[in-house]
């Protein structure tokens, strides 16, 4: 609570004020202290022998540079980081089973893509949701403001940036599995889809934004479902 009590002004906490965010860094270094009952002093380093490009130079971008991005790299992203690949063994025959990219709760959907394409070359901007099992993107004639969708994000300025993908919840098939432990699964499931997308834009060298404070717009419609999270590329 003392802790708490010495940030002054919380609105500083959001990511920008470095002296806050230092302050932050140490309270969470202090977290290591709890488990100084159990604490011997032996300790191992840990060293690497390869350092992955990919995770190595991620980072976050918020004002991203004027930069189209080509058709074929866009296709590459979108396909490794959510389509479906599907497997033909021994043990699904004669079935041949859609494996996701990324892992999921009892291997089921509870997560839909609907990505805006603003700076892609060959490809119009506007919405458009995916079909992992077919690979197709399907226009969507929706008429929302990208930027009423962010308003909260007064630091991030997605004008430039390639596209967004907002991720969609339906939470019908784990609910049934599930019951209300469904939702906290589709958030992991969305965190390792996001994952795959950031690390997949790191490999072409572009990055992103992941944005979590958005509006919930849309929801007064039967046939929209609610938005968990987004992110935007770009460079
Ligand atoms: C769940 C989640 C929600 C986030 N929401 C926002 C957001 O709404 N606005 C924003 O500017 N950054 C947002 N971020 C990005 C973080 O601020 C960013 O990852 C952090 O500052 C670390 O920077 P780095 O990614 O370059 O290491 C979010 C990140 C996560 C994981």
Known sequence: MKEIEKIKDISKIY?????????LIEIQKKRLSKYSLYKSKKSIK?????????????????????????KDIFFD????????????????????LPKKTYPAAGGLNMLDFIIYVNNISGIGKGY?????????????DLNLSLKKIFKF???????????TVLFISDLKAGII???????????????H???????????FKFS???LGAFEQIGEKSKNFKPIEYGVAIGK
Not at 16 to 23: A, N, T
Request: glycine share 2%.
């Open 208 to 210: 992103g934004v992941c």
């Open 46 to 70: 840990l060293k690497t022998r390869k350092k992955l490009p990919i995770i190595q130079n991620r980072k976050t971008v918020r004002n991203f540079r004027k930069i189209s991005m080509k």
């Open 193 to 203: 889809a996001a994952q795959n997308l950031l690390l997949c834009s790191s490999y």
């Open 177 to 191: 599995k599930y019951g209300p432990r469904a939702y906290r699964y589709c958030l992991i499931e969305a965190g």
């Open 128 to 140: 458009y949701l995916l079909d992992p099992y077919e690979k197709k993107l399907i226009k969507l």
């Open 77 to 96: 992203i979108i396909i490794n980081s959510f389509c479906k690949r599907f497997l033909n063994s021994k043990i699904t025959k004669p079935y041949s």
């Open 153 to 163: 994000t007064e630091n991030v300025n997605l004008e430039n940036s390639c596209f």
């Open 15 to 23: 990511f920008f004020d470095i002296s806050s965010l230092s302050s």
